[in-house]
């Protein structure tokens, strides 16, 4: 079993859908969940960053961290074709610097007008 | 803020060459380095992590002698590949934590990727 599991999609939705993409995990140590949004021919981008379980809320975006099911989410309101990205999610089991991040192979979103 | 450029973006090159691949930050200074490998649907996977001015830190797995890894200054780091293959045909991204950050995760940012095909 991989250490970090997302869905590749592509997933595709009408403007002002609600998305959800998640990830699953098996590390119990990984305190540390971040959501990063790579355009195409980019670099990710950070966009949520959640420490250990809870509800962050930025906007449109809403993420979701659930350490007793090892699952987190990410929720896009009101969606729009300017989401439309390859979403990342990524984790870490240590802060800061000793934090290597472990990635998702990232959920492809296409948002249609 | 924070931008991160790789260059080339992309490089096609034959069996047995080298490829170096440069990774700057433009507007800001970085005492740390990450090399990531992206194979087709597969995960970003660090490769090495370095630090101006001394030996990188390459992961398990990943041979230092064939991925050289130079981070000369504060503002620049780069990957040769030598020797190349084409099992090392990937897209390679660089990402960079700025001097003095001491958050609490581990801030990273990232360049926009190399896309290396060896042929």
């Known amino acids: 079993q991989k250490e970090v599991e997302q869905d590749p999609g592509p997933l595709s939705v009408p403007e002002g859908a609600i998305v959800s993409l998640n990830c699953t995990y098996s590390n119990s140590a990984f305190q540390y969940f971040m959501w990063y949004r790579q355009y195409s021919r980019k670099g990710p981008e950070l966009l949520m960053y959640?420490?250990?379980?809870g509800n962050k809320e930025d906007g449109r975006f809403t993420a979701q961290v659930d350490k007793s099911s090892k699952y987190i989410s990410l929720f896009i309101r009101d969606s729009q074709p300017s989401d439309s990205a390859t979403y990342l999610c990524?984790?870490?089991?240590?802060?800061?610097?000793?934090?290597?991040?472990?990635f998702g192979k990232g959920t492809k979103l296409s948002v249609k007008p | 803020g924070a931008v991160v450029s790789q260059h080339p973006s992309w490089v096609i090159c034959k069996s047995g060459t080298s490829v170096k691949i440069e990774c700057r930050s433009l507007d800001f200074q970085a005492t740390t380095m990450f090399w990531y490998r992206q194979f087709p649907k597969q995960s970003l996977m660090l490769m090495a992590t370095?630090?101006?001015?001394?030996?990188?830190?390459?992961e398990q797995g990943v041979e230092k002698d064939k991925f050289l890894i130079n981070h000369a200054s504060l503002t620049l780091s780069t990957l040769t590949v030598t020797s190349a293959h084409p099992e090392d045909s990937s897209f390679y991204i660089c990402?960079?934590?700025?001097?003095?950050?001491?958050?609490?995760?581990?801030?990273?940012?990232f360049g926009p990727g190399t896309r290396l095909t060896v042929l």
């Open positions: 959640t420490y250990s379980s």
């Open positions: 990402s960079a934590r700025a001097l003095g950050y001491t958050g609490a995760y581990n801030e990273q940012f």
């Open positions: 990524a984790m870490s089991a240590r802060g800061g610097s000793q934090g290597n991040l472990i």
């Open positions: 370095s630090n101006e001015g001394s030996k990188a830190t390459y």
